[in-house]
């Protein structure tokens, strides 16, 4: 028996249909993910579900006490207490007492007194009796596995750690149904794994919406998209689905452009003489009619944003150069002894814990943050596009176009001189839409604006701060597409491990003691590179540890840097011998002794530097060569 049914379900919040008629069924150890572009209704339908919206049209069934618990994208107003009494009110009848016991417990920490203690013992007793000792453990092991400080006051928190308590709220309620809305959004990749894991063993029946595709790769048995009011639902898992979808839409494309090719035909004959006109079919003119009727309502699929980078002048082959470089913060090591060098063209991911220090790492490799210890070198003509992750480089009480736009009513893009309205279509905003505020945004349409701002400059040095947050997925392959293309240098700190096994060349990964290790390739490539070096290795890559031994007598492979260096060797001889050419045609020109002076003897002891260069860098291409 399903747990719940939905039947024709409309919703139009006073415009076009949100939900034009959708049905839709949950059975028990359904793991559901909601997909569909930005702004079709995935969170709203996720509310109707949980009962926090009232329909218009249709009805809900749901099984007699099913409970269901939902952590929306939104925090809701008016939630008060410490993160412990916040999560442990999601166990019920058992969250007030065993918020006394954590209070009172707390209390004794501090004060020690006889009487604290007999209370503390009472309460113990009480929650023995009725079982809430083995909730207790559980809050406290949810609550550490998503790094959440128990005394903390929920108010003065982060509006992401917020979102990570309400998940830890709704994870121990346990219910018959849990709906997440972009449960990733904030997590690093270790919670998110842990969160997989715990999703997959403690919970049955699942709805979710998630940008992330590896995510929904490891936990749907079915996907369902929302499109053009429509919910278009398969009982396969995300892989499959891409598959389905694409034939079903080629489908629709071939059958619309035979629709709209008879369209033509019935319309042209129509217009035809008097002659036609007086023995036409009285059917045929209400069949055509019909088809323009069914033309004008139908809902064409949403556009695909058409998103440009502007590039700067190359910047020079150095980007940054790092040099033992340590930083700590408050005495703790975020940064300890790291050496690097990032050249033009490197894709770099920066991996880590929340709180390691991703995104000190970039103020340092940028230069905003000087060094405690070290050096880091910044190359020349650097022209840098920062996207940050909080997004606070956008103004909420202005309108979509002020953000943008800055005051101007138009863009030079690429050299050409665009209407900011136009401009921001290329990024799905209508021109209504435009001149709304920040405020009113989806998460998913913030992040977009951001693109939009960030985007009218020029850049050779793109700096990405999880980029990924609240894109739907077709924004996210475009944006992919967009940064493979990119001839600059790009720094992207991202959670999304298909995002970043799709664009970056190598990794940095801050383990939160400090450490930074340099890997080549993306988040995949790490995974098997961690589980060869050390029997430490990240805990989603333990199957591979157990395959993946090294072997003794194996010819020594060439680290990042000596491939790195390889790759460059050719360029740089090239330019020793260019520089060499041109010396010796200056050398070789008659006019030059003229009026040279000193300069020949300078031209001649540069020669003999660059024939110890050319030597040098020919040798050790030899050296790499036979190591490769």
Same mark, same amino acid.
């Not at 715990?198 to 490891?218: K, W």
């Not at 956008?394 to 690429?414: A, C, K």
């Not at 693109?451 to 400059?457: D, I, R, V």
């Given at each position: ?22 049905? %839709? ?21 996720? !509310? ?6 009232? %329909?218009?049209?249709?009805? /809900? ?17 008016? /939630? ?14 058992? #969250?007030?007492?065993? #918020? ?18 007999? $209370? ?17 453990? $559980? ?13 903390? +006051?929920?108010?003065? %928190? ?13 994870? @121990? #309620? ?14 690093? @990749? ?16 699942? @709805?979710?919406?998630?940008?992330? !595709? ?40 071939? !059958? ?16 035809? +003489? ?31 944003? !058409? ?34 060098? /990032? ?7 920066? @991996? ?74 290329? =990024? ?22 951001? %693109? ?46 298909? =995002? ?52 003794? +007598? ?13 790759? #460059? ?60």
């Amino acid at each position: 028996m399903a747990l719940i049914t939905l039947r024709d379900i409309t919703l139009a919040f006073g415009g076009p249909p949100l939900f034009d008629g959708i049905s %839709l069924q949950i059975e028990p150890g359904d793991r559901l993910c909601l997909l569909g572009r930005n702004g079709t209704g995935k969170s709203t339908l996720l !509310r109707l579900v949980a009962g926090e919206l009232p %329909l218009e049209g249709g009805e /809900i069934q749901r099984q007699q006490g099913l409970r269901l618990a939902l952590v929306s994208q939104e925090v809701p107003q008016g /939630i008060d207490g410490t993160v412990f009494d916040v999560v442990a009110s999601g166990m019920g009848n058992a #969250a007030e007492l065993l #918020a006394e016991y954590h209070r009172v417990a707390h209390l004794l920490s501090q004060e020690g007194s006889a009487a604290l203690l007999a $209370e503390l013992e009472g309460l113990q007793h009480k929650l023995e009796e009725g079982g809430g000792w083995s909730l207790h453990q $559980e809050v406290e092991r949810v609550l550490n596995r998503l790094h959440l400080d128990a005394e903390a +006051g929920f108010s003065a %928190l982060s509006g992401g750690t917020k979102r990570r308590v309400l998940l830890a709220k709704a994870l @121990i #309620a346990a219910p018959d149904i849990l709906l997440l809305d972009e449960p990733t959004n904030h997590l690093d @990749i270790d919670t998110i794994l842990w969160l997989e894991e715990f999703l997959l063993r403690q919970v049955r029946t699942l @709805i979710f919406v998630t940008h992330d !595709r590896a995510f929904a790769r490891r936990l749907a048995n079915r996907v369902a998209e929302l499109d053009r009011g429509r919910i278009y639902a398969f009982a396969c898992g995300y892989d499959e689905f891409v598959e389905r979808r694409e034939a079903l839409l080629l489908a629709e494309v071939t !059958r619309q452009a035979l629709f709209d090719k008879k369209l033509a035909q019935e319309e042209a004959w129509v217009r035809q +003489g008097i002659k036609a006109r007086r023995t036409r079919n009285e059917g045929r003119v209400r069949a055509l009619k019909n088809l323009r009727e069914e033309h004008r309502q139908r809902r064409e699929r949403l556009g695909t944003a !058409r998103i440009q980078l502007q590039e700067a002048e190359r910047s020079g082959r150095l980007v940054a150069e790092v040099e033992d470089v340590s930083f700590a913060y408050d005495g703790r090591p975020i940064i300890a002894n790291l050496t690097t060098t /990032i050249m033009r063209g490197d894709r770099v991911g920066i @991996i880590g814990p929340n709180g390691s220090g991703k995104t000190t790492l970039l103020r340092l490799l940028l230069g905003e943050l000087a060094p405690d210890l070290g050096t880091v070198k910044q190359g020349a003509r650097l022209e840098i596009v920062y996207f940050d992750q909080m997004r606070e480089q956008l103004d909420p009480d202005r309108s979509v176009q002020e953000n943008v736009g800055e005051g101007n009513d138009t863009l030079v893009i690429n050299g050409i001189s665009r209407h900011i309205i136009g401009y921001l279509q290329d =990024f799905l905003f209508s021109p209504e839409r435009a001149r709304s505020p920040v405020s009113i945004l989806s998460g998913g349409e913030r992040n977009r604006l951001l %693109l939009a701002k960030l985007f009218t400059k020029p850049s050779n040095v793109l700096v990405m701060d999880e980029p990924t947050n609240d894109l739907d997925a077709e924004t996210l392959d475009l944006l992919e597409d967009l940064l493979l293309e990119y001839s600059g240098t790009l720094l992207l700190v991202s959670h999304d491990r298909e =995002f970043l096994n799709n664009v970056v060349g190598s990794t940095l990964v801050l383990t939160g003691d400090g450490t930074v290790r340099e890997y080549v390739g993306g988040y995949d490539d790490w995974l098997r590179q961690a589980a060869v070096e050390t029997p430490a290795a990240p805990a989603a890559s333990k199957p591979a540890q157990e395959k993946a031994r090294p072997q003794k +007598g194996r010819p020594r492979k060439l680290s990042f840097k000596e491939e790195r260096e390889l790759a #460059a060797l050719p360029d740089l001889i090239a330019g020793l011998e260019e520089e060499q050419g041109r010396l010796h045609a200056t050398l070789a020109d008659p006019g030059f002794y003229k009026s040279a002076g000193a300069e020949v003897g300078e031209i001649n002891a540069r020669l003999d530097e660059l024939e110890q260069e050319l030597a040098a860098a020919y040798a050790r291409w030899e050296e790499l060569e036979a190591l490769g």
